[in-house]
């Protein structure tokens, strides 16, 4: 699906002015100092076409940044804004595991990923593997008609992490991701289904590996 999307992917969001990497990666940057931004060592998991990167870089993030993502396509246009030090085509689900060592990366930011048929909440705990001690992990989900039961998993992932004080959820706030009022009568995309009510929340997580 993604794959066959990746062309237009970037001009069909702009219509819809669409916010979540800012407001994910905005909510990064007020966690972390000036100096920090530039040497931090980033993943951009679940990378699309790259919006995430352009908003790391946007914000005064300096260092490396690596994309992952299972569509090829997607990776293909990330790869185009030649802001990502790697671009690592793989599918994460329980038993595919992320190819990065354990306390690989300074800030992990996903933006979108995960939710109904995209990563899944049993992943958090490998995902936070490969982030450091002490440091954050950054997501949106996306509100959709359909995704209580997702968002049910979600929520009871979280609990069960936070209950064996793997991580914490440091904030979470809801905040508008697609402006509807902008969004012109495309016919081929059906905005009501893939996009729900235009909300996401965005969790900071916190990781202690202790
Ligand atoms: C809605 S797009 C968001 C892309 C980008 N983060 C953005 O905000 O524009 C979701 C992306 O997640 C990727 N994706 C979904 N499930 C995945 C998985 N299990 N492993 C890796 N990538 C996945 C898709 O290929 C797609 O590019």
């Given at each position: 699906?993604?794959?066959?999307?990746?062309?237009?992917?970037?001009?069909?969001?702009?219509?819809?002015?669409?916010?979540?990497?800012?407001?994910?990666?905005?909510?990064?940057?007020?966690?972390?100092?000036?100096?920090?931004?530039?040497?931090?060592?980033i993943?951009?998991?679940?990378?699309?076409?790259?919006?995430?990167?352009?908003?790391?870089?946007?914000?005064g993030?300096?260092?490396?940044?690596?994309?992952?993502?299972?569509?090829?396509?997607?990776?293909?246009?990330?790869r185009?804004?030649?802001?990502?030090?790697?671009?690592?085509?793989?599918?994460?689900?329980?038993?595919?595991?992320?190819?990065?060592?354990?306390?690989?990366?300074?800030?992990?930011?996903?933006?979108g990923?995960?939710?109904?048929?995209?990563?899944?909440?049993?992943?958090?705990?490998?995902?936070?593997?490969?982030?450091?001690?002490?440091?954050?992990?950054?997501?949106?989900?996306?509100?959709?008609?359909?995704?209580?039961?997702?968002?049910?998993?979600?929520?009871?992932?979280?609990?069960?992490?936070?209950?064996?004080?793997?991580?914490?959820?440091?904030s979470?706030?809801?905040?508008?991701?697609?402006?509807?009022?902008?969004?012109?009568?495309?016919?081929?995309?059906?905005?009501?289904?893939?996009?729900?009510?235009?909300?996401?929340?965005?969790?900071?997580?916190?990781?202690?590996?202790?």
């Amino acid at each position: 699906y993604y794959n066959s999307w990746a062309k237009k992917y970037d001009d069909d969001v702009t219509v819809m002015t669409y916010r979540a990497p800012d407001a994910a990666v905005g909510k990064a940057a007020t966690l972390i100092f000036e100096k920090e931004k530039k040497r931090f060592k980033i993943l951009d998991l679940g990378s699309g076409t790259g919006l995430g990167g352009v908003s790391l870089r946007k914000f005064g993030f300096q260092g490396e940044i690596i994309a992952l993502d299972g569509a090829a396509e997607m990776l293909k246009v990330a790869r185009e804004k030649q802001i990502y030090s790697n671009c690592n085509e793989h599918i994460l689900t329980s038993t595919q595991p992320l190819p990065y060592p354990d306390d690989t990366f300074d800030l992990i930011i996903s933006v979108g990923v995960f939710g109904n048929n995209m990563i899944q909440p049993d992943c958090i705990q490998e995902v936070l593997r490969v982030l450091k001690q002490g440091y954050h992990f950054v997501l949106t989900i996306r509100m959709h008609s359909k995704s209580t039961e997702y968002q049910d998993r979600l929520e009871g992932e979280l609990k069960r992490l936070e209950a064996i004080d793997l991580m914490a959820v440091a904030s979470r706030k809801k905040f508008m991701c697609y402006n509807w009022k902008d969004v012109t009568a495309d016919k081929e995309l059906n905005h009501n289904d893939q996009f729900g009510h235009g909300s996401a929340y965005l969790y900071r997580l916190k990781y202690f590996n202790c």
